[in-house]
């Protein structure tokens, strides 16, 4: 069965690790997880993941250009989704891999609709395969695909850092407005077309485009993950904020790397580190605004599926 998602536009504003859990009307829930880069984003994602695992089949998902997912689990992940643990998935969506499944899914259609007006080539895909935007557009709707196979209960995406992240959003506004105006264009070349309905493909990828708004607007909600310093705390209040107003909301923030007092009283410099943080702490509890906030250790060992990720994963789970 492939649940049926109804095309609204809806309206957005002025963004992650994303969550897609079955909802009561079999809708996937999204849960949405970002932050500035380097702050551990794709450790927190594969520990939900492994943690979600336990109750429901799982996909976890990275489009972040430096994801590190086939290195935590030692296999390659950029080509196809691959079963990386017990009930887990994995894939890493490289450009390379999301623009070939964008040319298979819309290349012929764009290429039938251009051609019925302008003596182009199939070489006219490559130069709009390679416009601003088209990568991030059919990565969403990749995920979108995902959430209505019904394959999976839950489904994990580690997202590029924060600046990345709100212009993939935004870009959906974007879109969705740029198509209004094509819808205009297309009544003023109708006459000339050969062949070919541009105005069929203006709004399917309309229809498209709303089902993905409604997607990160109805179902979605967002972790926020940071480091206990100034820049880090800083930029996860700002997307925070970002993320309300696009309509998603912020269940709270994950406070990464905090150095424990124990290890730290005995040595000023470690002393000072320690107290830096603790103004940052500070800070992000008073702003966070009643939202909750999850504190995780340093700790050491190597960043594999079990072991140190395990530890995050029982962090991250308790209340």
């Known amino acids: 069965m492939v649940h049926e998602w109804v095309g ?28 500035k880069g380097g702050v551990g984003k794709t450790t927190m994602a594969v520990a939900t993941a492994l943690n979600s695992a336990q109750s429901g089949k799982t996909l976890l998902i990275s489009t972040d250009p430096s994801g590190s997912l086939s290195q935590i689990f030692s296999q390659p992940l950029d080509q196809r989704v691959t079963e990386v643990a017990s009930n887990l998935d994995g894939v890493e969506l490289t ?13 012929d259609e764009i290429y039938t609709v251009l051609s019925s007006f302008l003596p182009v080539g199939r070489e006219i895909i490559d130069y709009i395969e ?7 557009e059919f990565m969403l709707d990749y995920l979108l695909t995902k959430a209505r196979s019904n394959l999976y209960q839950t489904i994990v995406w580690d997202t590029a850092p924060t600046v990345t992240t709100l212009n993939l959003l935004c870009i959906q506004q974007l879109f969705y407005t740029h198509l209004t105006q ?43 993950v940071a480091n206990p310093e100034r820049l880090p705390v800083e930029q996860a209040l700002n997307i925070a904020a ?42 992000l509890l008073q702003a966070a605004d009643g939202r909750r906030v999850t504190e995780i250790p340093e700790l050491s060992g190597e960043q594999l599926a ?9 962090l991250l789970g308790k209340p």
């Not at 390679?130 to 990568?135: N, Q, R, W």
Request: glycine share 10%; aromatic share 12%; net charge positive.
């Open 306 to 314: 079990h072991g140190f990720l395990g530890e995050v994963a029982g």
């Open 8 to 35: 609204t536009t809806v309206p957005v504003h002025d963004g992650a690790i994303f969550i897609f859990a079955y909802g009561a009307a079999g809708v996937t829930r999204i849960e949405m997880f970002t932050g």
């Open 182 to 224: 094509a819808q205009k264009l297309y009544l003023k070349v109708k006459g000339v077309l050969t062949h070919g309905d541009p105005l069929a493909l203006i709004n399917k990828w309309q229809h498209l485009t709303a089902q993905i708004l409604a997607m990160l607007q109805s179902d979605t909600t967002a972790w926020v």
């Open 242 to 283: 970002s993320l309300t107003a696009f309509g998603i909301k912020v269940n709270g923030f994950i406070l990464n790397k905090m150095l424990p007092l124990e290890l730290c009283c005995a040595h000023p410099f470690w002393q000072v580190k320690f107290d830096a943080q603790q103004r940052w702490r500070q800070r």
């Open 130 to 136: 390679g416009a601003p935007g088209v990568e991030e």
């Open 95 to 107: 450009r390379k891999l999301v623009l070939d499944l964008w040319r298979a899914k819309f290349g």
